[in-house]
């Protein structure tokens, strides 16, 4: 893999902890009481869920709006599902990450449910030299139109290794000569900065219309995320 470009690492910023019960600790007591918000919070846990999201979107829109087409835009064929969305799910991912092949299911369970839905797939090698290797391989079968062949091929391997990567760009057509593009660095470049403007603490990182979920929250999380992003688009 010597002729792979390394990169140093992700930068940006932590993701802050959405303190959302103190939140509401703080202020309800002065509204209608400290006991009857603790009894809310316990029976409706659902409140949390809300308004943890509602932080969150208020907290990136702005920036997501200003960079929606360089989020939501694929890089050549680095997407899955419908042609014309309703929503776009987008997942900056690495290929050593376990929580990325973890959710990979999940996406794939939730494409198989919704035909309105579409799959940006960003790549965020932030693991090391092997990461990087395999995110320029897969954005050169990207821009051959093949990164649904690379990309089942090299996950189905179960690891990134001098083999597995050669046997993923075999199965996609891709010779070693394509990784030299200017434009594959230029986009691992950019996605690495607007990962860090998202507050990117790792990988998976999921974009979901104003939602940003840095984890493997899970099939539930995720399909609320895309229902709330279709009934903004919806009421807009």
């Known amino acids: 893999m010597s002729n792979k470009v390394l990169l140093a690492g992700l930068g940006g910023g932590l993701v802050g902890a959405l303190a959302t019960a103190t939140v509401l600790l703080a202020a309800g007591p002065g509204l209608i009481g400290e006991r009857l918000v603790r009894d809310a919070m316990t029976n409706h846990p659902d409140i949390l869920v809300d308004a943890a999201a509602s932080l969150e979107a208020q907290r990136f829109a702005p920036m997501l709006e200003a960079n929606r087409s360089l989020i939501e835009e694929p890089f050549h064929s680095s997407w899955a599902g419908a042609e014309n969305p309703e929503v776009t799910l987008v997942e900056y991912y690495d290929y050593a990450c376990g929580f990325c092949r973890q959710a990979k299911p999940d996406l794939e369970r939730l494409l198989a449910e919704?035909?309105?839905?579409?799959?940006?797939?960003?790549?965020?090698?932030?693991?090391?030299?092997?990461?990087?290797?395999?995110?320029?391989?897969?954005?050169?079968?990207?821009?051959?139109?093949?990164?649904?062949?690379?990309?089942?091929?090299?996950?189905?391997?179960?690891?990134?290794?001098?083999?597995?990567?050669?046997?993923?760009?075999?199965?996609?057509?891709?010779?070693?000569?394509?990784?030299?593009?200017?434009?594959?660095?230029?986009?691992?470049?950019?996605?690495?900065?607007?990962?860090?403007?998202?507050?990117?603490?790792?990988?998976?990182?999921?974009?979901?219309?104003?939602?940003?979920?840095?984890?493997?929250?899970?099939?539930?999380?995720?399909?609320?995320?895309?229902?709330?992003?279709?009934?903004?688009?919806?009421?807009?």
């Open 114 to 236: 919704d035909p309105t839905l579409r799959v940006v797939y960003r790549e965020l090698p932030v693991l090391g030299p092997a990461s990087v290797a395999a995110a320029r391989a897969s954005l050169a079968a990207s821009k051959a139109g093949k990164f649904a062949e690379f990309h089942e091929s090299l996950w189905a391997s179960g690891g990134i290794s001098e083999e597995s990567l050669n046997a993923a760009l075999d199965a996609a057509g891709i010779t070693v000569e394509a990784l030299d593009d200017p434009a594959i660095n230029a986009e691992i470049d950019r996605n690495l900065e607007i990962a860090g403007l998202l507050g990117a603490t790792g990988t998976p990182l999921f974009v979901i219309g104003d939602q940003v979920i840095n984890s493997a929250d899970g099939y539930a999380a995720y399909k609320d995320a895309i229902e709330r992003a279709r009934k903004k688009a919806q009421d807009a």
